[in-house]
């Protein structure tokens, strides 16, 4: 751009002296070519320049493109893993889940098996007791019921165990305190037959006092006292028909649960949240 400047001003001086000799015109006639030829590689380069701009831009823009594509499928992978996550999760929670179920229902398995056996056993060690009419061994909601007709055990409206009852109860007990890991409720049973006295002003006092009294011959007989306990129902639980003299003997009774074992059915209950 100095060269073409500077020729030209040379030029123009030239002209302005009216005086051109003719080496000099060939020589600003060949530094004008030159010139030109400098603006056509100078507008050469800048043609080259702004194509390799606008290939760069070109470049920038389906970088972004890409880079705004492979953002999409990090989005869409990082979905993905979260939802196999959860999936995972839940299969895993579902499977410890089943496998508590199945500790459970082996627990009870053995459960059952065990108070299957037990009750085996009382039939079997109780058997001419059972024979004689005395008492009946049954499995009754999961449960090992003993009972014991009150007729077998006390006199009407007492609560002391006669005789023959202190010899069944002897028996019972015998086989009772083998088992000192299992608990039992002594529960007292009786007609609708109303009571009043001062001693007895109904009869749950009287169907507790006698279950009492049975739990304490267990105990002298050697079942350990932490394992059993006493319950009086009075006349609300009848197995039979009150109506009848046969059923309201039914009623009275004294039945000697074996209570299942309580460890498994907690196993059961929700947890409460503190």
Not at 154 to 169: C, E, I, K, M, R
Not at 193 to 201: A, D, E, G, L, Y
Not at 243 to 249: S, Y
Request: glycine share 6%; proline share 3%.
């Amino acid at each position: 751009m100095r060269v073409a400047l500077f020729t030209t001003l040379t030029l123009a001086a030239l002209l302005s002296t009216g005086c051109v000799t003719k080496g000099t015109h060939e020589f600003t006639l060949q530094e004008l070519a030159e010139t030109k030829s400098s603006l056509g590689d100078a507008e050469k380069t800048i043609s080259q320049q702004q194509g390799m701009i606008e290939d760069n831009s070109a470049e920038i823009r389906r970088t972004k493109e890409e880079l705004a594509e492979l953002q999409r499928q990090k989005a869409l992978l990082e979905d993905g893993y979260a939802e196999a996550q959860y999936r995972l999760d839940d299969s895993t929670d579902r499977l410890n889940e089943s496998k508590s179920q199945l500790e459970k229902m082996r627990q009870i398995e053995e459960e059952t098996k065990k108070r299957n056996e037990i009750y085996a056993r009382f039939v079997s060690e109780l058997q001419k007791m059972i024979d004689g009419g005395q008492l009946t061994v049954s499995i009754e909601q999961g449960r090992i019921v003993i009972n014991l007709p009150n007729n077998v055990l006390f006199a009407s409206g007492h609560t002391s165990v006669n005789a023959a009852g202190q010899g069944a109860l002897k028996q019972i007990g015998s086989v009772l305190k083998e088992f000192s890991d299992r608990r039992f409720q002594i529960e007292g049973h009786t007609d609708n037959v109303p009571i009043k006295s001062t001693r007895f002003p109904s009869n749950w006092e009287l169907s507790t006092a006698r279950a009492l009294s049975v739990v304490h011959l267990m105990v002298a007989e050697g079942v350990r006292p932490e394992n059993v306990s006493a319950a009086g129902f009075g006349e609300f639980q009848p197995r039979a028909d009150n109506e009848t003299k046969e059923g309201q003997a039914l009623n009275r009774r004294i039945e000697i649960i074996m209570l299942p074992d309580l460890d498994i059915l907690s196993n059961e209950l929700p947890k409460v949240a503190q």
